[in-house]
């Protein structure tokens, strides 16, 4: 158990919509970095926010949005979904302090577009 | 921009013996690290072992150690008296370190994995 949870484990929607992830980063930890896992992109960088503020990005649609609340809890909203955005999306957290600025990652959340 | 090559899609290897995983980088920074994370069929990802690139030592974590040429690009992954947990997809990880003021840069440059499956 990295100590970095996601909520929830399996999402099924519909073309059009639009969901939230959530991610809990392990105690003490202020950076969050989320990551979109595909069969045809394999694994990507998205954003990373620390201590509430954005850091870096990658290749987030303009579609996705992220935000980090002052708990330091991250989500991750997806909208007007399409079906090649069915892919399995984690969560990462780090600290500058401890091992610095390696990332464990949560157990993940698998979205289904249908 | 950083890129990072796995060239074996799978390998396989009996249960007790040695199999090493080859990843090759392309980077133009000078300070960085890399990393091994296991994505075994629970799909969760656990960091193997981590190497930062000022060091000359080869990172050890008990039956897992890594090769780092820095000259070369080089990054493999030595995995000894392999058991039957170690089956999983296996990525290579490439990181710039973080600058003086003290965040990360953050985004992890992963390779497309080897799948490694080891036989009883």
């Known amino acids: 158990d990295s100590g970095v949870t996601q909520t929830p484990k399996h999402l099924i929607t519909a073309t059009g919509q639009r969901v939230t992830l959530r991610c809990s980063p392990r105690s003490g930890d202020l950076s969050v970095y989320w990551y979109q896992q595909s069969l045809d992109q394999g694994l990507q960088f998205l954003i990373q926010y620390y201590n509430g503020e954005e850091r870096a990005k990658g290749n987030i649609l303009e579609r996705f949005s992220a935000q980090q609340f002052p708990d330091l809890h991250s989500e991750l909203n997806l909208s007007s979904l399409e079906l090649g955005d069915s892919a399995l999306y984690f969560c990462?957290?780090?600290?500058?302090?401890?091992?610095?600025?390696?990332?464990?990652f949560g157990p993940g959340t698998r979205l289904t577009v249908l | 921009a950083q890129t990072v090559t796995q060239s074996q899609p799978e390998m396989s290897v009996q249960e007790a013996e040695t199999v090493t995983l080859s990843c090759t980088y392309d980077t133009s920074e000078n300070n960085y690290y890399l990393f091994w994370y296991k994505q075994p069929p629970s799909r969760q990802m656990i960091l193997v072992i981590r190497?930062?690139?000022?060091?000359?030592q080869n990172a050890t974590e008990n039956r897992f150690s890594v090769n780092f040429q820095k000259a070369a690009k080089s990054f493999s992954l030595k995995i000894s008296d392999s058991q039957l947990g170690d089956t999983a997809m296996y990525f290579c990880a490439f990181m710039k370190q973080r600058n003086a003021g003290g965040t990360s840069y953050g985004k992890l440059t992963f390779g497309q994995g080897t799948i490694l499956t080891v036989h009883p």
């Open positions: 190497q930062e690139a000022y060091k000359q």
């Open positions: 990462a957290s780090s600290s500058p302090f401890r091992l610095t600025d390696t990332q464990y």
